[in-house]
Nanobody
Framework: QVQLQESGPGLVKPSQTLSLTCTVS??????????WSWIRQPPGKGLEWMGV???????YYSPSLKTRTSISRDTSKNQFSLQLSSVTPDDTAVYYC???????????????WGQGTQVTVSS
């Protein structure tokens, strides 16, 4: 069974960079056609897709977050990471990583999810 687990600081100061890592077990992040995504859910709001890194390392980002978002991977550790720069309190959310069984699917089609991690942006 595929498992994903988010990790990283739960508190980030405004203007700093939010950094999270997703550790994947049970499958390789280089497996053909799978992609690996970051999603967040601010308080009282729905899920917001942030971006994805595909099996070959290609990245795609939400237009609204592209200038501040970077997704990378470490294939030796079977991990992929999220960096969100210049954070504000509006970036406070639960952050999830998830697997996309197709190249780029909607979040409704994602088949495996991490449990999510709360990140609060505050001084």
């Amino acid at each position: 069974q595929v498992q994903l687990q988010e990790s990283g600081p739960g508190l980030v100061k405004p203007s700093q960079t939010l950094s999270l890592t997703c550790t994947v077990s049970g499958d390789s992040i280089t497996t053909t056609y799978y992609s690996w995504s970051w999603i967040r859910q601010p308080p009282g709001k729905g899920l917001e897709w942030m971006g994805v890194i595909a099996y070959d390392g290609s990245t795609y980002y939400s237009p609204s977050l592209k200038t501040r978002t970077s997704i990378s991977r470490d294939t030796s550790k079977n991990q992929f990471s999220l960096q969100l720069s210049s954070v504000t309190p509006d970036d406070t959310a639960v952050y999830y990583c998830a697997r996309d069984p197709f190249t780029i699917a909607t979040i409704e089609g994602y088949d495996y999810w991490g449990q999510g991690t709360q990140v609060t942006v505050s001084s």
